[in-house]
Structures are given as structure tokens and as C-alpha cells.
């Protein structure tokens, strides 16, 4: 019985698929491959899962229905879909909006109705986002709180997927749970998130830009902590009475000095910064944490990575990926 992992060529993606077989499993990926950020990169990941023999790919977009449809009809068998697929970016979502009302909104039902369709789909587990918490000031976030006051439109879409997973839980009984990121960084990470920014800009000799003037938090969480997380959560689907839906926090449950992590990054090349502090930008929030006291009951997922530990690691693949 084949997994299907949407946004297999991503950087969360990949890792989700290589985990899967690198314990047996197959699966089926998809993948649009846009040129939001360097496809190379994109492309580098998808040889190396193509080693595997047990991986299927589809160059498709997840918003398209009819190529959905044509894939499903040639893996009735899929039991569990892993929706990692989205348009990321709290910025660039003031400059394109429709890329994320095309990738996550009509994408998020695409890929509902995918497994409201397949028969033998025990479970619908897809990307959320720290950011549907937008200005909260109760630390740390829990899924208990509110969430009705996006500041950003991506936070709002995904807010959005999380609103239509209830509904056809509610509806079709399709088990559903939605896996709230926070600040994910490692090998093969994006090129837009900071670690990525503030690594290449470094050794390039060039200028990073701290906004907030330096006066921001996050919670870092190593790619492996999460896949570890991901991976557990989908071989089990919510249970008890009522509807089969869930959130979850899924983060490494420390809120970390951006500062610190720049200075992690500066110890780790040997090099330092030179650092442009600039005003917070919109859409920005000054700090996140995830309260992952659910996750931690119902699938005893502990994170285990701290920045000390997963930065080296990143700037080690960085160096030797771009050979710098």
C-alpha cells in the first residue's frame, strides 16, 4: 500500500519520501517543480529519491484536478496522503497572491477530494503553519488558542485548509490532521528561509539583513525532528467519538534568540556577520513558540535538535552541496 507525498521535490517533502523508503515503503510523489526558488535544487532531491525503485514520481500540479484524477486512477491502492504541497512565504504573498490561493486553497481541495475518492485512504495529513497564529501574544502557542486574525494571506490560506480538512472530516468522516510548522531548517532546506539566506550571504561576502532590528524569536526545529514527527502521526489517524480531525504543533518547543542563531551560524562557518538591521516587515511576527504538549501525549514525540547540533549540520551540507 503506497503513501502519496504531495511536494515531494520540496524541502520537507523530500525528506518525508526518503524517510518513507528508506524503511520500505512505497511511495508515490508529486511535484509541480515551480521556479519559485532555484529548481536545480528541486531537481537534485528528485535524482536522489529516483534511486529508489519503490519511488514513483508526477511532475503535476496538485491544483490541476483532472491530472490528480488520471494519477488516482493509477493508485487506488493509496492508503495515506501526506499534502506537504503549498506556495511558502509570508513576503512573497504580498506579491503574488494568486499564487496562493491557486497552490493552497484550490490545491488543499483538489487533494481533499482525491481522498474523499480513493476508497482505501485511511488518512489525510497536511501542512499547516505557525503562522496561523499571527500576532498572538500568549507564548507558547497552543492549538487551543485563537486563530481568527491572520496578518499575513498565506497565513490566512492556511488557516483556510485547516477550516475545509474539518469540514470534510465532518462531512465524509475522511480522517484529517493538520501539522502546524514551525521554522524548519536543515539539509536541503529552501533558499528563502534564513538559515539558507544567512549561510550563502556570509561566505559570499555580502550583507544580511536583520529586521526587527535583531529583536525577534523563533522556534528552530531541525527537518528530522519534524519528519520523525510527521511520519508517526501519519501511521495513525485521530480516533475517539465525533469528528476524525486534528491539529497539531509540531516545533521544537524552544524559542531561540535570532541573534543566537545568527551567532550559531557565524561559529559554525568561522566567519562572521555583517549584519543590516532594518524595521520589521509585514506580515512578520516578532516571535514564535510552539507548545507541543498534544503531539508529546498522543505520539510521545519528543524533538531532540537543538541549534547547536542541527545548524553545523546544515552549514556542513551547504558547503559541501555548493562545494564553498
Not at 152 to 175: G, N, R, V
Not at 245 to 251: F, P, S, T, V
Request: charged share 20%; hydrophobic share 40%.
Amino acid at each position: 500500500m503506497p503513501y502519496l507525498v504531495t511536494g515531494a521535490a520540496g524541502f520537507i517533502g523530500f525528506h518525508t519520501c526518503k524517510s518513507l523508503l528508506d524503511r520500505g515503503d512505497r511511495v508515490v510523489g508529486v511535484d509541480v517543480v515551480n521556479d519559485y526558488y532555484d529548481p536545480s535544487l528541486k531537481e537534485a532531491r528528485l535524482r536522489l529519491l529516483s534511486e529508489y525503485p519503490n519511488f514513483t514520481f508526477y511532475r503535476s500540479d496538485i491544483a490541476d484536478r483532472v491530472e490528480v484524477e488520471k494519477m488516482a486512477a493509477h493508485h487506488p491502492d493509496i492508503t495515506r496522503i501526506v499534502h506537504l504541497a503549498a506556495q511558502p512565504g509570508v513576503r512573497y504573498s504580498l506579491q503574488n497572491p494568486y499564487a496562493y490561493t491557486h497552490s493552497n486553497i484550490t490545491g488543499q481541495i483538489v487533494m481533499l477530494e482525491m481522498a474523499r475518492n480513493l476508497k482505501l485512504c485511511e488518512h489525510f495529513v497536511y501542512a499547516s503553519s505557525s503562522s496561523v497564529y499571527g500576532s498572538n501574544t500568549k507564548l507558547p502557542f497552543s492549538v487551543e488558542d485563537r486563530v481568527d486574525h491572520p496578518i499575513s494571506l498565506y497565513a490566512a490560506t492556511k488557516k483556510s485548509c485547516e477550516l475545509m480538512a474539518h469540514c470534510y472530516s465532518h462531512l465524509f468522516q475522511i480522517p484529517t490532521t493538520g501539522l502546524r510548522f514551525f521554522t524548519v531548517y536543515g539539509p536541503w532546506g529552501r533558499p528563502d528561509m534564513s538559515a539558507f539566506l544567512f549561510v550563502k550571504a556570509i561566505l559570499d561576502g555580502k550583507p544580511i539583513k536583520v529586521f526587527n532590528n535583531g529583536d525577534m524569536r523563533r522556534d528552530f526545529t531541525y527537518v528530522a525532528d519534524i519528519v520523525k514527527g510527521i511520519i508517526a502521526v501519519v501511521d495513525r489517524h485521530p480516533s475517539g467519538s465525533g469528528v476524525p480531525y486534528q491539529i497539531y504543533n509540531i516545533g521544537n518547543h524552544r524559542s531561540e534568540s535570532l541573534m543566537r542563531f545568527i551567532g550559531v551560524i557565524e561559529e559554525s562557518l568561522g566567519m562572521k556577520a555583517n549584519i543590516i538591521f532594518e524595521p520589521i516587515q509585514p506580515g512578520d511576527v516578532k516571535e514564535t513558540f510552539a507548545d507541543i504538549d498534544l503531539l508529546r501525549k498522543d505520539f510521545g514525540f519528543e524533538p531532540s535538535t537543538s541549534i547547536e547540533e542541527g545548524v553545523p549540520k546544515f552549514v556542513h551540507w551547504y558547503r559541501e552541496f555548493y562545494g564553498k
